[in-house]
């Protein structure tokens, strides 16, 4: 496994992946490239030895197309958590989660790709509450279809150094005396960033990972409430919890969603009626243990990204 595609490689995941990549012994012999949007976010990418970092439009089948030629292995990393309403799914989702992976199956078959991974999200279903999972869900059937054996990853909330949930309450704790909390009883597993990307770079040298689904839990379950009061408590400000009743949940997702980068959505209020929970035991794949929140999240929280 030489060369590798790598989608999403500037984002939260993408970093922990090149990063756990650059530390494998057999780095020396890695080419991955990383398409962005904007080359110039993600400069500081370039730094790393044998990443290559293109400015293209990955939605286009052309340059798709050329991106693909050559490559070993295709790793899609890209997804979005927020989108306008629609049926069945708002347009960003339609295009993010369904449409590119569409492209991409094309593309890779064109090319020879053989090897396929893709995160999708866990509790993905084509009954799913949300648009965002019922689209993630649509995205696995258009990869599989397609016939490309693809490795698929389902991880539950993520967290490490960087994420866009811990660090959220830990930076609102600095503004808010309290927390006004919609749906405080829903659950999570979260898994650790650089688990996750383990498990994603096991897979490349795990032929047997083919057409496998991976679901990606940490090893303990917490309620929303939980999560919540634990990163403003890590971070030096702990806070109060009032938690929304329903209608007064959907008011306070429905006016955030003005916001540009909107904390909380009316979809994501309706993710979180599935438990993004894995199981009591659940394991990584590949033997890999689990790293609990506890181990990491103090490292981070204490001082929280502006
Ligand atoms: N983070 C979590 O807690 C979590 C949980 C479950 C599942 N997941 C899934 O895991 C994957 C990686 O998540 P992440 O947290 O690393 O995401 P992220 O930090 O937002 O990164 C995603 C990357 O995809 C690219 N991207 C975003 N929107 C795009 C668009 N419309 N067109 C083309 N490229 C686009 C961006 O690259 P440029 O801006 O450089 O173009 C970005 O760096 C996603 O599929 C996500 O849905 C994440």
Same mark, same amino acid.
């Given at each position: 496994?030489?060369?590798? +595609?790598?989608?999403?490689?500037?984002?939260? #995941?993408?970093?922990?992946?090149?990063?756990?990549?650059?530390?494998?012994? =057999?780095?020396?012999?890695?080419?991955?490239?990383?398409?962005?949007?904007?080359?110039?976010?993600?400069?500081?990418?370039?730094?790393?030895?044998?990443?290559? &970092?293109?400015? =293209?439009?990955?939605?286009? %089948?052309?340059?798709?197309?050329? &991106?693909?030629?050559?490559?070993?292995?295709?790793?899609?990393? !890209?997804? !979005?958590? $927020?989108?306008?309403?629609?049926?069945? /799914?708002?347009?960003?989702?339609?295009?993010?989660?369904v449409?590119?992976?569409?492209?991409?199956?094309?593309?890779?078959?064109?090319?020879?790709?053989?090897?396929?991974?893709?995160?999708?999200?866990?509790?993905?279903?084509?009954?799913a509450? @949300?648009? /965002?999972?019922?689209?993630?869900?649509?995205?696995?059937?258009? &990869?599989?279809?397609?016939?490309?054996?693809?490795?698929?990853?389902?991880?539950?909330? !993520?967290?490490? %150094?960087?994420?866009a949930?811990?660090?959220?309450?830990?930076?609102?704790?600095? !503004?808010?005396?309290?927390?006004?909390?919609?749906?405080?009883?829903?659950?999570?597993?979260? #898994?650790? #960033?650089?688990? #996750?990307?383990? @498990? +994603?770079?096991?897979?490349?040298?795990?032929?047997?990972?083919?057409?496998?689904?991976y679901?990606?839990?940490?090893?303990?379950? /917490?309620?929303?409430?939980?999560?919540? =009061?634990?990163?403003?408590?890590?971070?030096?400000?702990?806070?109060?919890?009032?938690?929304?009743?329903? =209608?007064?949940?959907?008011?306070?997702?429905?006016?955030?969603?003005?916001?540009?980068?909107?904390?909380?959505?009316?979809?994501?209020?309706?993710?979180?009626?599935?438990?993004?929970?894995c199981?009591? $035991?659940?394991?990584?794949?590949?033997?890999?243990?689990?790293?609990?929140?506890?181990?990491?999240a103090?490292? /981070?929280?204490?001082?929280?990204?502006?």
């Amino acid at each position: 496994m030489r060369r590798i +595609l790598l989608l999403g490689g500037s984002g939260f #995941v993408g970093r922990a992946l090149l990063a756990e990549l650059m530390r494998r012994p =057999a780095s020396a012999e890695f080419s991955i490239t990383v398409p962005t949007r904007r080359r110039e976010r993600a400069k500081d990418l370039t730094v790393l030895p044998n990443v290559e &970092l293109v400015e =293209a439009d990955v939605h286009d %089948a052309a340059t798709l197309a050329r &991106l693909m030629v050559g490559q070993d292995a295709v790793v899609n990393l !890209i997804g !979005i958590l $927020h989108d306008g309403e629609g049926e069945p /799914y708002g347009p960003g989702f339609a295009r993010v989660h369904v449409d590119l992976p569409r492209k991409i199956a094309v593309a890779a078959k064109a090319a020879g790709v053989d090897r396929v991974l893709h995160v999708s999200a866990l509790k993905a279903a084509a009954d799913a509450p @949300s648009d /965002y999972l019922r689209s993630k869900a649509a995205g696995e059937a258009t &990869l599989r279809e397609a016939g490309l054996e693809p490795t698929i990853f389902q991880p539950t909330v !993520i967290f490490g %150094a960087g994420d866009a949930f811990l660090n959220l309450f830990a930076r609102l704790a600095r !503004i808010a005396p309290f927390f006004p909390l919609a749906s405080p009883q829903a659950r999570f597993q979260p #898994v650790w #960033v650089g688990d #996750v990307a383990a @498990s +994603l770079a096991d897979s490349l040298w795990h032929p047997e990972s083919r057409s496998q689904t991976y679901a990606l839990c940490g090893p303990r379950q /917490y309620t929303l409430a939980e999560l919540v =009061a634990y990163a403003a408590a890590v971070s030096g400000r702990p806070r109060p919890i009032v938690s929304l009743p329903a =209608a007064a949940a959907w008011w306070q997702a429905r006016l955030l969603e003005f916001l540009p980068n909107p904390p909380l959505t009316r979809d994501n209020l309706r993710s979180m009626q599935v438990a993004s929970v894995c199981g009591e $035991h659940a394991c990584l794949p590949f033997g890999r243990v689990a790293t609990p929140l506890e181990a990491i999240a103090p490292d /981070y929280l204490a001082c929280p990204r502006q």
